[in-house]
């Protein structure tokens, strides 16, 4: 039998789970966005640094050298990050939803 005072732990119980994973989101978007700006700076920090070392260069060997090198580097870099993003967007759902955990698992044996 359900008593009154079980509803409103659980109310109350649940209304914590959705604070702490606002808060939670909150962090993991912030950290998102972060790795985001930081990646962003740093490809046009690159691409402004290839730009100058290419109006320096005076023959078409140099000139494809630069351009293989800067492409080489623009790749490396955008598979690290996208990897060192995809791992935030993991890491943040799993902090999200790590709040219900303990929700869940009080109140599944009693649907079953």
């Keep these: 039998?359900?008593?009154?005072?079980d509803i409103q732990n659980y109310g109350k119980e649940h209304f914590e789970s959705v604070t702490a994973s606002a808060n939670n989101l909150q962090s993991g978007v912030q950290a998102i966005a972060t790795a985001y700006g930081d990646y962003a700076k740093k490809s046009f920090e690159?691409?402004?640094?290839?730009?100058?070392?290419?109006?320096?260069?005076?023959?078409?060997?140099k000139a494809l050298e630069a351009q293989t090198e800067y492409l080489r580097s623009s790749y490396e870099t955008f598979v690290a990050e996208s990897q060192k993003i995809a791992g935030l967007y993991s890491d943040c759902a799993k902090q999200t939803f790590k709040p219900y955990e303990g929700l869940i698992s009080k109140f599944a044996p009693a649907a079953q």
């Design 46 to 61: 690159d691409t402004k640094s290839f730009v100058e070392k290419l109006s320096g260069v005076k023959s078409l060997d």
């Design 1 to 5: 039998m359900v008593k009154i005072e």
